[in-house]
């Protein structure tokens, strides 16, 4: 598929003022043209977008005759460590797309370079916010933009229609908007053994890492109107009524109700396995796995809490091209051109790669409405919240799981579970809390 630049698709202003703005930054990009630079670039490796990573290379350098990418792709397993060494050390890319739980620690090192409106081709932060929307909530930082995205995400529960159509269940009339009654629905379609055992799931869920204790725990906390963590004051309220609640219903899930727990296989293995019937931390990137899978699915929103005070569901994620704060003048302007170059392929970036930007385009592609399922994910999109950005995010990951453990499966008293965590938490935001 050909490349195209995005940059004609964004309105002129009329008037003398726009053209001072045009002028300025005419001005300011003939200046950066002169200066040769050799950009850095590192991204983590995601098959389906490498061609298109080599083409857009190509488009940007044929271009930019004065600007030599150097692209470093990463296998994902490495790709996180091996950035935060690089970064720390001083000798890390210009330019890298990296997800967001890792901005916190990021922004509080002066990592992150603020994005530079002209290298971009835009006059004013609201010219970049209508590029993009919501997608930018995750890079931006006291009003100020960070990074602009490649990849925005959220999940949804997905349901298995053949395992439910076998319990009588249709998800179309039948999925649960609430929590409390997720606990019926998942009843329903659970297959149990002689000795009461499941051998097929309702819904269990995401037990295998520490991570879905912010996208999926966080996120039920967030609806009850609970804020686990302040990022802005570097403070925790960890043993909160809404705290207490989520993690009451998470230990009632396996003890009470015996609907799953983390002795099961992981939650999307069984799923794409059809030994669960409903799973809910699947973003619109898992319709591939489901086709190969033959799984005949349809998503529908996560529930809420019956009379719970906020209507969001998952928090979202996204990926964000930055910019190296650390790098010379040169190579950050010529790596926020380059950022902007890539980002505006949010087209071929669905069509290729699967993989979904807020840029208006890609909603209105015939591809994108021809999938009910789209919808869903944009309007929870607009109801998400973002994880909490703080250094110090996979530590506190690691104590939520442990504060879990031990109230589902060594059956503690949540009230006591939360009164240490409480502590554990405050002493690692204060080793992290950024100086000044």
């Known amino acids: 598929m050909g490349i195209v630049s ?38 983590h ?8 990573d080599r083409e ?21 397993a490495d790709f996180d460590t091996k950035l935060e060494i690089a970064l720390a050390s001083n000798s890390g890319p210009d330019v890298f797309n990296e997800w967001s739980i890792f901005l ?20 004013s932060n609201e010219d970049v916010k209508a590029r993009y929307g919501v997608g930018l909530a995750g890079v931006t930082f006291d009003g100020k933009i960070y990074g602009l995205p490649t990849e925005v995400s959220n999940y949804a529960c997905v349901a298995n229609k053949e395992l439910w159509a076998k319990a009588g269940l249709d998800p179309a009339k039948d999925a649960p908007k609430t929590w409390e009654s997720m606990v019926d629905i998942a009843s329903k379609l659970t297959v149990r053994d002689k000795s009461g055992v499941p051998v097929q799931r309702g819904f269990d869920f995401n037990w295998s890492a520490p991570i879905f204790m912010w996208l999926t725990f966080n996120s039920m906390v967030d609806q009850l109107g609970g804020n686990m963590i302040d990022e802005t004051k570097y403070t925790a309220q960890v043993n909160s009524p809404a705290v207490a609640k989520t993690m009451q219903y998470w230990s009632d899930w396996v003890n009470k109700y015996k609907l799953g727990g983390p002795q099961y296989t992981p939650s999307r293995d069984a799923f794409l396995a059809k030994e669960l019937a409903t799973e809910c931390t699947f973003g619109s990137w898992g319709k591939g796995q489901f086709k190969e899978a033959k799984i005949d699915y349809a998503f529908f929103p996560a529930p809420r809490w019956e009379n719970g005070p906020v209507d969001t569901g998952f928090n979202s994620y996204a990926y964000f091209m930055m910019v190296n704060a650390k790098s010379p003048s ?10 902007n170059f890539y980002a505006s392929h949010a087209v071929e970036l669905y069509e290729v790669a699967g ?7 890609v909603a209105q592609l015939a591809s994108y409405k021809a999938d009910p399922n789209n919808e869903i994910f944009r309007e929870e999109l607009q109801k998400a919240m973002v994880s909490p950005r703080i250094s110090g995010f996979n530590q506190i990951g690691d104590a939520l799981a442990r504060a879990r453990d031990r109230v589902v499966v060594g059956k503690e008293e949540v009230s006591a579970v939360l009164d240490d965590l409480q502590d ?13």
């Not at 300025?24 to 990009?29: D, E, N, T």
């Not at 857009?56 to 994902?76: C, M, S």
């Open 56 to 76: 857009v290379v190509a488009q940007f350098e044929k271009q930019n005759p004065n600007i030599k990418v150097e692209l470093t792709i990463v296998p994902p």
């Open 45 to 52: 490796e995601h098959p389906p977008r490498l061609p298109l």
């Open 104 to 123: 916190g620690q990021f922004h509080s090192a002066g990592i992150l370079a603020p994005i530079d409106l002209a290298a971009v081709g835009a006059a």
């Open 355 to 361: 993989l979904f930007t807020t840029a208006p385009e």
């Open 6 to 43: 995005g940059s004609g698709r964004w309105a002129r202003r009329s008037g003398f003022a726009a053209c001072l703005v045009a002028a300025a930054i005419a001005s300011s990009a003939g200046v950066r043209a002169q200066e040769a630079v050799t950009l850095k670039v590192w991204m």
């Open 424 to 436: 554990e938490v405050t002493q690692i935001l204060n080793r992290v809390k950024p100086k000044g």
């Open 330 to 339: 040169a190579n950050q302007a010529a790596g926020w051109k380059f950022t």
